[in-house]
């Protein structure tokens, strides 16, 4: 028998199919297309083996959907745009010494870092890489005629066109806009693909309401997310440690942290620092509160952040946890209040909101509740601020201590409050980030103001709701997120979709300066595809894509003989586009990650429905969740990523391939298990010599063959509806466990048919293909099978069912399984075993049971005339099967028409091999049976009595 060489086999079959070119894909009018993709990845460095999971999905699928007679197209591109190779490549002209040494690491030579100090040639050689040692190295069924990346010529020329049709369709707005930009490279996306950054994807702009406090002839600034507590406010919060610093900001002089000052001036323009404030110096002073006519106390704090806000913190202790605990704390702590000669003994909470929840005085009482003794109790003071933020925030109204705002909702509290403030002059709007963020560059992103934003406008209504009706017909997985994508549509707002900057990608066609952003040029890319591999066979030129011919293309305008004279294109080759973009779409799946649900999905939807032809809308979204490390996510930027060639050699590809596929759900965070992988590559060496062993059998027909022909035939079945529905765990666990367990249970049972094992040896290789291609190439090579992948998938054949040799054979397994129960729990080694058959009354009042259930113990009369059965054996009997029959216990087994002591007497001796002691059968209604725990009368039907000793 020949040992698993994975390594060998793996590259023999790549290379196979390459010079075979067994993945050309092309129109084919004879059969059903169906068009797969994944999202397409950044240009940021070497990808890990966290992106390799939503690949791996999308080539299963392909290669499955492909077996199953569909004519297939997969292709894949990648996404520059940004500056993700601009950053690259900055790093290496300036020597940075971390990132060589992560280059080489992964493979580069030091001439191929010489060239990507060059961004174009970063882009040239993570495009071949990606190609080559990933896609290729993984067993992708991927047609790479087809490729495309967005900052390629001819791309922009199609991203040219599509906001040419936004236009049109009046979906672009110019208008003012807080956005988030780094503060070295300009505008960047803040979104959890993190395309452009290196940290914070998960980063929120928030608004907050500037408060300012009058100091003399200054202003003290506090930043808060909650305007309408300023009614509840007893005191500030200053860090004596702290240097603040004092800007002029139009015609006033503000005060706050040195950081808060540096973001300020991103959105005020021009600010000015002229003077410091040390913390310390103001401890002790009032201050004059806005919204409220009284004075208030700056009070000292360590835990105010001069990077969060404006470095100083307005206290509302009845409903902020924090603010409550803290000023018992100071109150209580005399060494400090002496220091600062601080009187403050009567300084209390002031109630100001009342929530269904929590009533009044909420902070102290969930404090109290969560026993919360001090400020060193982050975790649960975070969780308590946020219970009483969103109780009061939904459920809360204004008190009589809030003046004019009293008896509002506090949701309408909060904007009506924010505006007056302003429009007094007591407050301004400044933002922020939830969370440090970090460009790619290595600069910090901060919120800055830009006057003339460019936006899609997805607010439209029209286009939302026909969005949100198309997502009814639409194959979303997994169902949550099928559930959520309709809400997510309904509040997706006007998104920005340029930026200036030094960046990579298409010029925005309608203000110079400005290029599309990453997002904006990444959602109608599949129909590209189509149109890139007549570009990359040299039949067209960058420069013919004009707007006719995209019209012709896309939305069949216009006539071939017109856009030839625009073009330059021969009629016939512009037929032969329009006819492969008519085949192929719609999109029929598009794979992502978790990180795409908030954003790109959204966006791939809408600007579907924006600009293309109804019939031509995505048909599928499939997303799927993480592969991360012990410390979460996986990925480059973060370090814990194996590199991809390393991992493919270490465990073999398909083995990876088989982790992804069964290890987890594709819908649930699965962590990275090196024990788990290696477990995989055991599981593809044990079912190699599985299927190397029934091709040497050379037994005849027996009996059990009916058994595993009719099983194997159902579990084909099931395979195809888990596999269409795409659960694909489900279908790798029958490919590679279920059927294997039939087999093994068969070889057990005395089985060793030849012809009919290698029958259905054949069938199982083509059915784990989608999921391990290589082994399956070699495997099937065995049968004289030329390409498995081209091979089609067994069917479920209807004549091959056979459900009494099943019932047979399941009944046999559950009287082996329950003899070995009883041996485990007893812990002892049988010499007898003895096997009681039901007694011929409860078979008959079984049958009368499931015939008429609906009676329910009212039948108990009827069957006590009927049958000649003990009265005190006879009501628990029946009771127990009405609940077996009504929970439907069974049903499949209990149907099934066959003599008990005739099947097992059939299979006495596999019983008393299995064991290795004498088996003896009777029947439980027999008078000189052996018996001697009366164990008999507990038999039932098809579930016989067993006493061993």
Request: aromatic residues 12%; negative net charge; proline residues 4%.
């Amino acid at each position: 028998m020949d040992e698993y060489d994975y390594i060998n086999i793996e590259e023999r079959w790549r290379k196979e199919w390459e010079e075979n070119d067994i993945h050309k894909t092309k129109k084919d009018e004879e059969k059903t297309p169906f068009y797969v993709i994944f999202a397409y990845p950044g240009i940021s460095g070497f990808l890990h083996l966290g992106h390799m999971r939503c690949y791996t999905y999308t080539d299963i699928i392909a290669r499955y959907k492909e077996m199953k007679g569909y004519n297939v197209l997969f292709p894949g591109g990648t996404h520059p745009t940004g500056n993700q190779a601009i950053s690259l490549s900055k790093k290496l002209r300036e020597g940075d010494e971390e990132k060589i040494s992560y280059m080489k690491k992964n493979g580069a030579s030091q001439e191929d870092i010489e060239r990507m100090k060059d961004p174009e040639e970063v882009v040239k050689y993570f495009n071949e890489l990606y190609k080559k040692d990933y896609w290729k190295k993984f067993g992708f069924s991927m047609d790479l005629d087809y490729f495309t990346y967005t900052t390629r010529e001819d791309y922009k020329k199609f991203i040219d066109w599509q906001f040419r049709k936004l236009k049109e369709k009046d979906l672009l707005i110019q208008k003012p806009y807080y956005g988030t930009e780094c503060v070295e490279c300009g505008p960047v996306a803040v979104d959890p693909s993190e395309t452009d950054l290196s940290k914070g994807g998960t980063a929120e702009k928030q608004e907050f309401t500037l408060l300012k406090f009058e100091y003399g002839n200054r202003y003290v600034t506090a930043a808060t997310l909650r305007p309408e507590t300023v009614f509840g406010q007893t005191n500030l919060w200053v860090d004596p440690e702290v240097e603040y610093v004092v800007v002029k900001v139009d015609d006033e002089e503000w005060i706050m942290s040195e950081e808060a000052a540096d973001k300020l001036k991103y959105q005020k323009g021009s600010i000015e620092k002229i003077d410091t404030v040390k913390g310390e110096s103001m401890i002790g002073d009032s201050v004059k509160a806005p919204g409220i006519k009284r004075d208030i106390v700056i009070l000292p704090a360590s835990f105010t952040d001069p990077d969060f806000g404006t470095g100083i913190v307005t206290s509302v202790p009845s409903d902020a946890p924090y603010d409550w605990i803290a000023l018992k704390d100071i109150k209580d702590d005399e060494e400090l209040k002496e220091k600062y000669s601080l009187d403050i003994e009567e300084l209390e909470p002031i109630d100001i909101i009342e929530s269904d929840q929590w009533g009044t005085s909420s902070a102290e009482k969930i404090i109290q509740e969560m026993d919360i003794g001090s400020q060193e109790d982050e975790e649960k003071l975070e969780e308590a601020t946020k219970k009483i933020y969103k109780s009061g925030f939904h459920t809360g109204k204004m008190l009589d201590s809030c003046g004019d705002y009293a008896g509002m909702r506090v949701q309408e509290a909060k904007e009506k409050i924010k505006e007056d403030l302003i429009e007094m002059g007591k407050a301004d709007v400044i933002y922020d980030l939830s969370e440090e963020a970090i460009c790619r560059c290595g600069g910090k992103v901060v919120v800055g103001k830009i006057p003339d934003q460019w936006f899609i406008r997805y607010s439209d209504r029209e286009l939302t709701e026909d969005s949100i009706e198309h997502v009814k017909n639409m194959t979303v997985k997994p169902q949550s997120y099928a559930d959520n994508l309709p809400t997510t549509v309904e509040w997706f707002r006007d998104r920005s979709c340029a930026r200036k900057g030094n960046w990579m990608g298409t010029e925005f066609p309608f203000d110079e300066g400005w290029l599309v952003e990453a997002i904006a040029d990444s959602t109608l890319y599949p129909a590209f595809y189509v149109i890139a591999r007549h570009y990359n066979k040299g039949d067209i030129e960058a420069e013919q894509m004009n707007e006719e011919f995209f019209d012709f293309v896309f939305l069949g305008e216009d006539d071939a003989e017109e856009v030839s004279k625009s073009t330059g294109i021969p009629q016939g080759k512009l037929r032969e586009i329009r006819s492969d973009f008519e085949y192929w779409y719609p999109l029929d799946l598009n794979l992502g990650g978790k990180e795409h649900m908030t954003v790109h999905f959204p966006v791939f939807l809408m600007n579907h429905v924006a600009v293309l032809d109804k019939e031509d809308r995505p048909r599928g979204i499939f997303v799927n969740w993480w592969l991360v490390g012990k410390g979460g996510k996986i990925s480059k930027s973060k370090g814990g990523a194996e590199p991809i060639q390393d991992a493919a050699e270490r465990y073999g590809v398909d083995a990876l391939r088989l982790f992804y596929a069964h290890s987890a759900s594709p819908f649930v965070d699965k962590e990275w298990s090196e024990e788990e992988a290696f477990n995989y590559q055991r599981k593809l060496n044990s079912f190699w010599d599985l299927v190397e062993s029934i091709r040497d059998m050379d037994g005849q027909k027996k009996e059990i063959d009916d058994y595993l022909k009719s099983r194997f035939n159902e579990l084909v079945k099931r395979y195809h509806e888990v596999m269409d529905d795409y659960e694909i765990r489900k279908g790798a666990n029958i490919a590679f466990y279920d059927l294997p367990s039939e087999i093994d249970w068969y070889l057990k049972r005395g089985g060793q048919n030849s012809a009919l094992l290698n029958e259905l040896g054949e069938k199982i290789v083509r059915m784990i293909t989608p999921f391990t291609p290589h082994i399956a190439e070699e495997l099937a090579d065995r049968w004289k099978v030329e390409f498995v992948t081209k091979e089609p998938l067994p069917r479920y054949e209807e004549d091959e069912f056979d459900p009494e040799a099943e019932a047979r054979e399941e009944y046999i397994k559950r009287v082996h399984s329950d003899i070995k129960s009883i041996l485990d729990i007893a812990d002892v080694e049988g010499n007898k075993i003895y096997i009681y058959v039901a007694e011929g009354w409860k078979k008959k009042a079984l049958d009368r049971i499931m015939k008429e259930k609906d009676k329910g113990m009212g039948i108990m009369g009827e069957l006590v005339k009927e049958m000649d059965a003990p009265s005190k054996e006879l009501a628990p009997f029946v009771k127990e099967a009405l609940d077996d029959v009504t929970k439907k216990k069974d049903q499949k087994l209990l149907k099934a028409d066959f003599e008990e002591k005739e099947v097992l007497e059939r299979s006495k001796e596999y019983l008393e091999k299995s064991f290795e002691a004498e088996v003896k059968i009777a029947d439980a209604g027999g008078e000189d049976h052996y018996d001697p725990k009366g164990r008999a009368s507990k038999s039932k039907p098809k579930k016989p009595a067993i006493y061993i000793e």
